[in-house]
């Protein structure tokens, strides 16, 4: 009889345990739903990709290089060297900014630089001041996104 009931207080303390531990993970997915997923709702797929993968930050920055760029234009990002940044993800960058073409500093950065069209991300200390020329210039770092245009 002892057995029978020490078996059934046991089956009994687990059962409350595990019902007490799926109530706190339901409250924490709510939250979690509430917070990301009904929030980001009005986003479009690439901020909303950005936010889910390296948090909002990087998606205000996304947003803003979006909003900012021309759909047709060539943009250099830095190379992976410059940073450990997402930003500096060739594969990544082109998925966020799409339709843009998306290149990365090789080789011959300085002409990659230089070359007329291409708008130049700011990281860091890249661009390197030397390899700017007068056909650049610097648009307004005050957003999250900071880059050199083409033109005067």
């Known amino acids: 009889m002892i057995r029978k009931l020490t078996a059934f207080l046991a089956v009994l303390a687990l059962a409350a345990g595990l019902i007490?531990?799926?109530l706190a993970a339901a409250r924490t997915l709510n939250d979690r739903y509430s917070a990301k997923v009904l929030g980001n709702r009005n986003l479009d797929a690439f901020t909303r990709s950005a936010d889910a993968s390296y948090g909002g930050g990087f998606a205000a920055y996304i947003a803003s290089l979006r909003a900012a760029l021309p759909?047709?234009?060539t943009v250099l990002?830095?190379?992976a060297a410059a940073s450990s940044g997402p930003q500096n993800d060739l594969n990544l960058m082109q998925y966020l900014l799409f339709p843009r073409t998306i290149v990365t500093c090789g080789p011959d950065c300085s002409a990659a630089i230089a070359a007329?069209?291409?708008y130049v991300l700011v990281q860091g200390d890249f661009p390197?001041?030397?390899a700017l020329s007068?056909?650049?210039h610097l648009v307004d770092c005050a957003g999250a996104a900071c880059f050199y245009a083409p033109g005067p």
Do not use: D, V
């Open 20 to 22: 007490t531990q799926s």
């Open 71 to 73: 759909e047709r234009a």
């Open 77 to 79: 990002i830095p190379p």
């Open 116 to 118: 007329p069209g291409t």
């Open 128 to 130: 390197p001041a030397a």
């Open 134 to 136: 007068g056909a650049k």
